[in-house]
């Protein structure tokens, strides 16, 4: 069984939760943890002093997404439960009282690539990995709060491509297109760590930011992608329950 994510002190004010070594795909068990990393980092007094949180996996991925061989197995209790807590995850991270950096060491597909775009910015390496929406060619239909968390963290120039057409972004593609802020030449992971350690501290600028504040306003800010994936029933689509079915 795996123990990802995990959460570490680096420094004494950047949380680093480390996704895996594999997929790292998404099941209620290993959103729960990440869950935890989280509220670990605002309720431990080791993490008092943090000001960023950096995500990262090692190996070829980032995360690639949702489990969806686990997810075909639960009932539809299970199914719903699993949506939930995937909605839960992404509002959590996108109102994070605290500056978030995702260090993209690899592919971020679908449900990893928006866990990346919840964050408040996103460094990619540049010698492996594709940043990409694929929905389009496994029939798959984004539900309400999940497309409007994709329109409100995208530019609107590629939401053609990335959105609809799945069209697949490199690192350096993806720093033109402005989904994430820097495109890093590097293979080592703590060095990937150090660049996004870097961009968190680029958005602080010096300051002291209030976790109450930051939070507050990141609330207001992406209250509309925020309340539909909040308020979602997250009874399970028919046309992902069919497409479920053929896997």
Known sequence: MSSYPQLEL????????CLGDSENRFNTEYLTRFLGCLDKILNDEKFSDCSIVVTSGKGRFYSNGIDLEWLVQQDRAGQTGFVKCLHTVLARVM??????????????????AMLALAHDSRVMETK?????????HLALPFRPGMQELLKCKTPS???RDFILLGHRFT?????????????VLTSNWQELIEQGVEQGNALLAGRDLARDS??????????????LLLADP??????????LARL
């Open 95 to 112: 109102t994070f009282p605290l500056v978030t950096v995702a260090a993209q060491n690899g592919h971020a597909f679908a449900g990893g």
């Open 171 to 183: 690192a350096d593609q993806a720093k033109q297109a402005g989904l994430v802020d820097a495109a």
């Open 10 to 17: 680096q420094e004494s004010n950047v949380a680093v939760i």
């Open 157 to 159: 120039s590629i939401h």
């Open 214 to 227: 930051l939070g507050m306003l990141k609330a207001d800010l992406y209250a509309s992608p925020v309340k």
């Open 234 to 243: 997250c009874v399970p689509d028919p046309r992902i329950t069919k497409l």
């Open 128 to 136: 492996r990995g594709w940043m990409c929406m694929p929905e389009v």
